[in-house]
């Protein structure tokens, strides 16, 4: 599975990370809840965080069995 960080997150994980989740990771919020043990410095529990996955927008319930790319959005600054 090809798991893709923006923003903030891409500079503290790396920009892509390929990765075989247990078969217990099966939602968005299990692999968040995984990522975030691996990475405590990442704010991966944000609740204005992003995830698409297969380019549709996810919430931690949803399934990841069948994805093939992951991404994690943080919210955009602008003015």
Do not use: Q
């Amino acid at each position: 599975m090809r798991i893709l960080f923006f923003g903030r997150l891409g500079e503290t994980i790396g920009r892509e990370l390929d990765l075989t989740p247990p078969p217990s990771v099966n939602t968005v919020g299990a692999l968040r809840r995984l990522l975030a043990e691996r990475h405590p410095d990442a704010d991966l529990n944000g609740p204005r965080l992003r995830v698409c996955v297969d380019d549709s927008v996810a919430g931690d319930e949803d399934p990841i069995d069948d994805a093939s790319e992951i991404a994690f959005l943080p919210p955009l600054s602008g003015g």
